[in-house]
């Protein structure tokens, strides 16, 4: 028993937290320099803002590089997967083990064909929809009821180039749209945090009466 506990992987959030006060915050995305600037690493992205924004580290880990911020008595663990999109899952069941976070406290941040580029859309669960990542993760959750925040990076390819569009890199306007909408992205996980995945997603995804 001595052995088993000496090995055992020692958590990074201090273990006299309660469950209720840590939070995954997970953000999708491939590992490497030649995904770095791609649509498809939305989720990458916005954790790198987070934390550049709080001064963090990312630190290699086991399935991924992590950092954890205290931020007002609650411990947000920032995962960015290294075990690419489409096996996502087995980081997050990892992480979400190993710190004892319920699962109403995690939240992954996602890129989303189907929202124009720049939306943020909140939902507490649903489907995977197409997203290999997120299919991934209800494979091995064993099911969708988890809160996700999805960006929308638009859909402006030809048929049959999904693929190309979301594995290729942002074009300079693009970006300054996806980076002005970055601490839209920070407010939403810290009102995820605070005040429940309900109240966020009432605020974000309230509509706005178009321009008369």
């Known amino acids: 028993m001595f052995l088993k506990n000496l090995f055992k992987p020692r958590p990074l959030i201090p273990p006299n937290v309660e469950p209720m006060q840590k939070f995954l915050i997970v ?9 770095e600037k791609t649509r498809h690493n939305l989720g990458f992205q916005a954790l ?5 924004k709080y001064d963090l580290q990312f630190e290699p880990k086991r399935y991924g590089d992590v950092t954890v911020h205290k931020y ?20 997050v069941r990892y992480w979400l083990d190993r710190e004892k976070i319920p699962l109403e406290n995690m ?13 943020i859309r909140i939902r507490a669960k649903g489907s995977h929809g197409g997203h290999n990542g997120l299919k991934h993760i209800c494979q091995v959750l064993g099911h969708c009821n988890f ?35 970055f ?6 996980i810290h009102m995820f945090v605070f005040q429940g995945i309900q109240q966020t ?12």
């Open 201 to 212: 997603m009432n605020y974000f995804n309230k509509k706005i009466s178009p321009k008369k």
């Open 27 to 35: 953000g999708i995305g491939n590992v490497g320099p030649e995904y």
């Open 107 to 119: 939240l992954i941040i996602v890129d989303d064909l189907n929202l124009p580029l720049g939306v």
């Open 147 to 181: 809160a996700r925040l999805r960006f929308g990076i638009g859909n402006n390819f030809p048929p049959g180039g999904q693929v190309d569009y979301v594995l290729g890199e942002w074009s300079e306007q693009e970006w300054q749209v996806v980076k002005s909408k």
């Open 48 to 52: 790198d803002y987070y934390a550049q």
């Open 72 to 91: 007002r008595g609650r411990y947000l663990l920032l995962l960015k997967p290294a075990t690419f999109v489409n096996l996502s899952g087995n980081a």
């Open 183 to 188: 601490p839209q992205v920070v407010e939403a």
